[in-house]
């Protein structure tokens, strides 16, 4: 199965992105004459696997290597450095052109900054008087379709570096991705942003579209409707909640990485048990995995039961009773889902080994026990617990952070025990962490009063009697609470930002609406009455789509949620998801990471 996903059936042409920067690539390198070793960032690898594979790179007759501190050790006398502009990256490469120096190798370099050239790092290869031995370039890769509704602009640490850091380098990078998808798609008519990032992100995005603007001769209806910028610091509740659908759950326990998960081949029940590891794409090429992966867990496991019963039954009728050409040709056909079924069904045993805990069963109790928030001792004295018997760290803060998020912070008191005792728990070395999830307002001592229930119970967050099997809400995600974030996008596709005002004054950061171009006299539409004006369909007859951009990550489960939402009648929009980097509450809470050793 493909490990680059199928894009056929994306309600956006996400095809015509990927061969752009197919054709990108292949030219840098081809213009590059002769053999040649391709030096890349490791953090980069990632992206690029889902742009070209491997095999076509080697193809071109180009030997790989990952960049590290290590010299490049290879026989090629042309290296080739992919990095994304990080001085790190800088320190490794004048070393390595010192050592081929010094041992006398005659290279010639060439030094390709993804997405964009940086001033700083090239000053640091000025004075590391390499700069001048360099041919150096840039590969605009400003983003990467993960898979049929999901562009990923592969920022790794965007919360961290705008919230702690004050670094805005990433919001110029998200604006430029989305103005360079206007020049293929139209001008977006209608933009809604909500959190401070965001609206910066708007800011910048019209700006450049008064320098470089998008062409609106053509006044052909713009096939992307509506642009919602979603601040991930506007919704830190989210992220830090157990996902509890298939593909998050895959992610909360094995991690998948662009669009694949890393596993011992005995899970999957290959034979050789000498700890071989195996990759395992899950994307929507995978016909079963796109049926099951928004499905919350429980149901999952219920439906390749089904499926399995089914297939026995038909194999039983096709053992003893005579069957017809045509019958035995359906036979065949359910047998080439096969590999797919036994795949899942590996991996659905895999993750139960986890859900069935009672470690983790407990933990989803409190997560809910902290969103309903009318227990403050009770979680109080469940996180002191969790540190006194040193449970991992990042467990802890995670579970920390939700508390501190929905209190609006600790009492000074509290706050300092609590700060103390995961000191004195897990080390001094932390404190700078600490300092990070404070400045970031995640874990802070509390000066106002929380306004939490009020938003838990304006946007409903809350849902009881949630039936995960039949569900009609997009609280059955995580099993009961409904993502405010995605509550968010629902208000505003349904009906723009206005009718929820006092609402959105009660979350973090500015919220900002327009019109751009020269739609202003186009209806606001209006999902609720189910419109089905000229703006609610492309030209050919598809549907309006509605593209989402989480600046600072989004989690699997709120990806299901909107496809949740997309799917229900009445709803007369497609949704695609942009955004800075898939997140869960362990990669979230790591970026704030930092230890003083």
Same mark, same amino acid.
């Given at each position: 199965?493909?490990?680059?996903?199928?894009?056929?059936?994306?309600?956006?042409?996400?095809?015509?992105?990927?061969? *752009?920067?197919?054709?990108?690539?292949?030219?840098?390198?081809?213009?590059?004459?002769?053999?040649?070793?391709?030096?890349?960032?490791?953090?980069?690898?990632?992206?690029?696997?889902?742009?070209?594979?491997?095999?076509?790179?080697? &193809?071109?007759?180009?030997?790989?290597?990952?960049?590290?501190?290590?010299?490049?050790?290879?026989? #090629?006398?042309?290296?080739?450095?992919?990095?994304?502009?990080?001085?790190?990256?800088?320190?490794?490469?004048?070393?390595?052109?010192?050592?081929?120096?010094?041992?006398?190798?005659?290279?010639?370099? =060439?030094?390709?900054?993804?997405?964009?050239?940086?001033?700083?790092?090239?000053?640091?290869?000025?004075?590391?008087?390499?700069?001048?031995?360099?041919?150096?370039?840039?590969?605009?890769?400003?983003?990467?379709?993960?898979?049929?509704?999901?562009?990923?602009?592969?920022?790794?640490?965007?919360?961290?570096?705008?919230?702690?850091?004050?670094?805005?380098?990433?919001?110029?990078?998200?604006?430029?991705?989305?103005?360079?998808?206007?020049?293929?798609?139209?001008?977006?008519?209608?933009?809604?942003?909500?959190?401070?990032?965001?609206?910066?992100?708007?800011?910048?995005?019209?700006?450049?579209?008064?320098?470089?603007?998008?062409?609106?001769?053509?006044?052909?209806?713009?096939?992307?409707?509506?642009?919602?910028?979603?601040? @991930? &610091?506007?919704?830190?509740?989210?992220?830090? #909640?157990?996902?509890?659908?298939?593909?998050?759950?895959?992610?909360?326990?094995?991690?998948?990485?662009?669009?694949?998960?890393?596993?011992?081949?005995?899970?999957?029940?290959?034979?050789?048990?000498?700890?071989?590891?195996?990759?395992?794409?899950?994307?929507?090429?995978?016909?079963? =995995?796109?049926?099951?992966?928004?499905?919350?867990?429980?149901?999952?496991? *219920?439906?390749?039961?089904?499926?399995?019963?089914?297939?026995?039954?038909?194999?039983?009728? $096709?053992?003893?009773?005579?069957?017809?050409?045509?019958?035995?040709?359906?036979?065949?056909?359910?047998?080439?889902?096969?590999? &797919?079924?036994?795949?899942?069904?590996?991996?659905?045993?895999?993750?139960?080994?986890?859900?069935?805990?009672?470690?983790?069963?407990?933990?989803?109790?409190?997560?809910?026990?902290?969103?309903?928030?009318?227990?403050?001792?009770? #979680?109080?004295?469940?996180?002191? &617990?969790?540190?006194?018997? *040193?449970?991992?760290?990042?467990?802890?803060?995670?579970?920390?952070?939700?508390?501190?998020?929905?209190?609006?912070?600790?009492?000074?008191? *509290? =706050?300092?025990?609590?700060?103390?005792?995961?000191?004195?728990?897990?080390?001094?070395?932390?404190?700078?962490?600490?300092?990070?999830?404070?400045?970031?307002?995640?874990?802070?001592?509390?000066?106002?009063?929380?306004?939490?229930?009020?938003?838990?119970?304006?946007?409903?967050?809350?849902?009881?009697?949630?039936?995960?099997?039949?569900?009609?809400?997009?609280?059955?995600?995580?099993?009961?609470?409904?993502?405010?974030?995605?509550?968010?996008?629902?208000?505003?596709? @349904?009906?723009?930002?206005?009718?929820?005002?006092?609402?959105?004054?009660?979350?973090?950061?500015?919220?900002?609406?327009?019109?751009?171009?020269?739609?202003?006299?186009?209806?606001?539409?209006?999902?609720?009455?189910?419109?089905?004006?000229?703006?609610?369909?492309?030209?050919?007859?598809?549907?309006?789509? $509605?593209?989402?951009?989480?600046?600072?990550?989004?989690?699997?489960?709120?990806?299901?949620?909107? @496809?949740?939402?997309?799917?229900?009648?009445?709803?007369?929009?497609?949704?695609?998801?942009?955004?800075?980097?898939?997140?869960?509450?362990?990669?979230?809470?790591?970026? =704030?990471?930092?230890?003083?050793?």
């Amino acid at each position: 199965m493909a490990q680059i996903p199928n894009l056929d059936n994306a309600p956006l042409n996400l095809k015509s992105i990927r061969e *752009q920067s197919q054709r990108d690539l292949v030219n840098i390198l081809k213009n590059i004459r002769g053999k040649k070793c391709l030096v890349i960032d490791p953090k980069l690898s990632g992206s690029l696997s889902l742009i070209v594979p491997t095999s076509t790179l080697k &193809e071109y007759g180009i030997e790989l290597r990952l960049l590290s501190a290590e010299p490049v050790q290879t026989d #090629c006398a042309k290296v080739v450095y992919f990095v994304g502009p990080q001085f790190i990256s800088m320190r490794f490469i004048s070393s390595h052109v010192h050592d081929d120096a010094s041992k006398g190798l005659q290279r010639e370099y =060439f030094l390709y900054f993804v997405p964009r050239r940086s001033v700083a790092c090239e000053k640091i290869l000025e004075d590391e008087k390499v700069h001048n031995l360099m041919t150096i370039g840039e590969y605009p890769l400003y983003m990467v379709p993960l898979d049929e509704d999901v562009l990923s602009f592969e920022l790794d640490l965007s919360p961290k570096e705008w919230q702690v850091d004050g670094d805005a380098s990433s919001l110029w990078h998200i604006a430029k991705a989305i103005h360079k998808l206007e020049f293929t798609f139209g001008l977006i008519p209608n933009v809604r942003a909500k959190g401070k990032a965001s609206v910066r992100v708007a800011e910048i995005l019209n700006r450049m579209q008064t320098e470089e603007p998008v062409s609106l001769s053509d006044m052909n209806i713009p096939e992307i409707n509506t642009l919602v910028l979603i601040d @991930r &610091e506007v919704d830190m509740v989210t992220p830090m #909640c157990s996902q509890l659908t298939y593909e998050g759950l895959v992610d909360e326990f094995l991690r998948i990485n662009n669009g694949s998960v890393e596993l011992d081949a005995s899970i999957m029940g290959a034979q050789q048990q000498d700890g071989k590891k195996m990759k395992v794409p899950l994307n929507s090429s995978d016909k079963l =995995f796109k049926e099951i992966r928004d499905l919350n867990f429980e149901v999952v496991v *219920q439906v390749l039961r089904q499926k399995a019963t089914s297939m026995k039954q038909d194999y039983t009728e $096709v053992t003893t009773m005579s069957q017809t050409v045509s019958e035995l040709k359906d036979f065949v056909k359910k047998l080439n889902s096969l590999p &797919e079924m036994t795949r899942h069904i590996n991996l659905a045993q895999h993750l139960s080994t986890f859900t069935s805990k009672p470690s983790f069963l407990g933990q989803l109790d409190m997560e809910h026990t902290i969103i309903e928030a009318q227990s403050y001792d009770i #979680c109080f004295e469940y996180i002191e &617990e969790m540190i006194h018997k *040193q449970e991992p760290l990042n467990k802890v803060l995670r579970l920390l952070i939700l508390f501190s998020v929905t209190n609006s912070g600790l009492p000074k008191k *509290q =706050f300092d025990y609590l700060r103390r005792e995961l000191l004195h728990s897990y080390g001094f070395e932390h404190m700078a962490t600490l300092n990070n999830l404070e400045k970031a307002g995640l874990f802070k001592k509390q000066e106002t009063k929380s306004n939490w229930q009020l938003v838990k119970r304006a946007l409903q967050l809350v849902v009881e009697d949630t039936d995960t099997a039949n569900p009609n809400d997009i609280s059955y995600v995580f099993s009961g609470y409904a993502p405010l974030s995605i509550r968010l996008v629902q208000n505003a596709i @349904r009906s723009g930002w206005r009718p929820m005002e006092e609402i959105l004054k009660l979350l973090p950061g500015p919220h900002y609406e327009t019109k751009r171009g020269g739609f202003s006299s186009s209806p606001s539409f209006d999902m609720s009455q189910g419109l089905s004006s000229s703006i609610d369909k492309v030209g050919d007859g598809r549907r309006s789509l $509605v593209l989402v951009v989480f600046v600072g990550g989004v989690t699997f489960a709120e990806i299901s949620a909107l @496809r949740f939402l997309s799917a229900q009648e009445g709803m007369a929009y497609d949704v695609i998801v942009g955004t800075t980097k898939i997140i869960s509450g362990n990669s979230l809470a790591e970026t =704030f990471s930092e230890n003083l050793g």
